[in-house]
């Protein structure tokens, strides 16, 4: 069919255009593609295809439009559900060069798509049908918002007649149903959204959502009548690429620039700067400048809560977690205390991320370099964008001028008085999974103990996700799948074999939390993913249990057999995948199999520990959390 | 603890007061309650208790307050998710004399206070936390409210600083947070909500949105910031009972005698009457009245698609299912043509439910009974409500003034070609199934073929529940799973030994739609509920397949084996308790195990169905969607 709609598009290699009076940044290495996807458009069989596109003037159905377009920005895997209002438009999937990936609900789903963003470094896109299908997905779509994950969740709706005449189908809500009534409940989760009503716009509309998508790093939804279908749409748009990062204006890098002065100038006379190194660095795709910037600078490096596995933990610079009062002892005071200058990147202050907002550095010395402005001691510069502001720094960067600070003393960390021991306890398990990892694996955590037990684990140079703002338990197991999914996407055209494609892809979740979510263990079992799949069996919900009452009958929950979980979706020798350890010996035993090292195919690994047994940090976050709610 | 808050409050056993200008309708046997939980309030143990409720003036905890407030509703159990917020509010449940049930996530506890409500005849209660767990719920809710089902959602929200201050907690939204964002989200799918920001007041208003769950018959949401759960609270109202039901004005009195009257003679004027029942007639309460009424009309009478199970089968005058073109032949011609009145009662005039909107009555010999106003012959009456009116017209029915129809005489439906197979056909299958099925018996059916089989069968003296308004896929197993707990509940206190008590809870799904939410049949195992889970394995969503490009990829799934999964879910001898049947002989053998015709603990029934073989009506449905979409 694919002819039947001319040659395939590809976006040309380099472009300096303007459009709509904005500079258009994307080229041939587009700032925002740098970590990956930007190799599809860039490969010599891509440009082959150029002068065709350029030159083509067809008309191709809005349903397959809208789907080229989103293959453009580097997506291969589309996340969702069939549903009879989304049909046809999944027809034309397949002629956009699109995977369609058939999720098992559509909040796995959502969450998926978040995962697929997080790991292949493009947009994550869902496909659901209206009401049901998209406010199912709702909660995973707000989690995307909460933490700045680029997601385009397409919906398909009612056809524009049924919509006029208010038509009481089913998916509708009473006896006049407004079938438009659902965009208005997402409205607080997403920063754009576009009805594609009439086919002399859709074209514009669609890019318009997909631009704000990128500036913001945040969902946007479009929604398609399905009587529009199968419109025919210019595909001219196509010889303009997509307006995908923000444009800055004249005034705006006056601003950068008075910033840049005033933060070098502050680095270059400080004697004991620290660099904390946060969440947003990561959500704004700024890892591999910062880390760029933090060799550059070799001043002595924490990470927050949530900006762990963001600095190379071997760097002699890095001195581990900062989280305010649940730090490790003296952290706290080498951050707020003994610094005369604290550089504050991609700071995201939430309770978690701050130890229970005790995370406080005097403002007189602190640089906050934010998603959208610059706080310089006090002095706040608007309009100057994270990843700009620290690209303009790199550059700017004099290392001649730097202090060169002195190697911090810090106190031992306690010892755990449990270590002896032959079960599996808190203290010891965390930092035996820092040692399973390696380089260049995709470790996926989901929001109970697992968060802050692997605060302890020292990590290698792997890609760590933790949802731990939006903290929606059940997360982790559909993102890994989704993560699993743009890593092998990626892998295919990874012929310069770079590490990162070889790594694992692992998965640390609880018993409680596979619960919520665990149809998608189903998903990868379909798709053939080899995902190490840990869960922690503690016996309940360990986090709320540690937060108060633990002995209560509500923290328990159903006693699943997991042992016969991988059976159960589909691998007929599941059992013989499936390890179960109660000792440490066991534990060493499984963490050393060749299956475990390098695993073909899908394998469960089910740890025991002690249910009263938790992290130390969740104990003391448990603690402050009690004082926190506003009482 | 619960002697520290003094002694449990029971509803007096006869009211009529006046309060707030409202009449109050609450009595010893109060009408909503009529279904099944009245029964633990009239009951002379429970009277006893009477005096000291009237009497005791104490105080007692906010938290402790809503739960015996709810429990007074009859409820015995609430579903939801334990989470940090809601733990306090958890805390109180036990003191109420609730049972706390404990989810594997929160669409699926939606659903299941879904099933509980419609199972139980009281409210469906849900706890959640706010933001992830509110809106994980919000499609299961939305479900409720598009099908007018009673559920009060409890929501756990950060105290009240901490939303004064936009403190940035987990769970939220953004830099300067509004911690109440979520409660606009989901204004469009309930009909009243509270925030229990003031003890003055809380009392109030938990009364007011009780109030309006019941008169409404649709989902209400309670907001509790935590730091609310523990203050004290007057438990004086406990002396006034729950206005549970909507007061009647003395003017809507007169419109209703007056409907009453036109309606009576237009009925004794009528020589070839037809009655249809339909699907509001169960969400408004009205099924047992409304079966009186058939009784004593002895007029012909049709189900439309969603008012099956509403009038027992069995009855001489019942003549099948009524679906505009797409019904038995000469049906639509009876109904439509050679009829000269017809009543329809609690019409729900959706796409699915009127054959594709081809369900067409000429107004001018129509009676139309809805939920807050009759239509005769195309004069309104506003503000008649449908129990309250079918009530009204019961006590004034003339039975000697009544035609006495001759009965009707229909074309012998067509046979099916395919009876002869050893597989199992889908023209076999479903009337099959509805031999299998004895009087007392629940049946929950997902939205896939099942809904449209089914309508082939004959049932015996079942209470059917199909979401088909709303048509979630995956709403019948959490749905199941609440039905059965509000069954066993019932059971506990059936000292009468009623034959609706001796039933069984059967689910029949498809192997598609059970993946959208199968960890709820964990909660069936941890409750040790013996459901009968029988899965249709078609190879796909046939319901989708059938719409449009059967042989598409995107209608397959995952494939599971399903012989494993009660193990899984922790049930040691789960294979044993799973039958897998590819034919006819093999469904015969496996229908009348004893284990099915009498489970003693959770059976799976998995039936395997040629993926291209349709119900009939499921085929002329997809036909009709094709042309319906608007386009």
Redesign the interface.
Known sequence: MASKWGPDFAIRGSLNLTRRGHSILFSSRPVYFQSCPARAFTSSSRLRNVSNAATSRSEIPLGLFLWKRIRQLGVKSVMG?????N??L??Y?KDANLN?V?N????NAAYAADGYSRIGGCTGVLLTTM??GE??A??GI??S??ENVKIVHVIAA??????ESK????????SSPNHR??E??????RVAHCYLDDEKTAATEIDRVIHECHIHSRPVYIYV???MVHKPISTSSFDEPLLISRPESIEEARIKNSATEEVLSAIYSSKKPILLVDSHVLQFGAKSLVRDLAEKLQFPVFCPFMGKSIIEESKKYFYGTYNGKFSYPGVQEAVEDKSDLVIHLGP?????NTGG?TAKVDPRKLISVEETRVIVRGKVFEGVYLKSFITALLSSLNTNKLPGPEPLTLPTPPTPTDLDTTQITQSYLWPRLGRFFRDGDIVFADGGTTHFGLQDATFPDITYVMQ???????YATPAAFGGALAKRNELVEDEAGKTRGKGRVVLITGEGAI?????EV??M??EGLPVIIIIINNGG?S??RC???PD???????????N??L????VPD?VKRTHQVHTKDELETALELPEMKNPKGIQVLEIFTDKMDFPWRLKAFGRA?RD????
Chains 1, 2 share one sequence.
């Open positions: 559900l069939p549903g009879d209002m049909l046809e999944l027809h999937m369609w058939g098992s609900n559509e909040l009401a049901v406010l199912s709702i909660n707000a989690g918002y909460a009612t056809g524009r007649k049924a919509q038509a009481v189908m089913h998916h509708t809500l009473g009534i659902y208005k409940m997402s409205a607080p989760v009548p399905v009587d995201l202050p939430t309770d978690m907002f731990n703002h939006w903290a929606s338990i059940g619960q919520l979510s665990v149809q189903g998903s079992v379909k919900y986090i709320e937060v108060i009452h209560a009958g509500y923290h328990d929950i159903a006693t699943w057999d997991h016969h979980m059976e159960f979706f589909g599941g959390y926190m709610k506003g009482q």
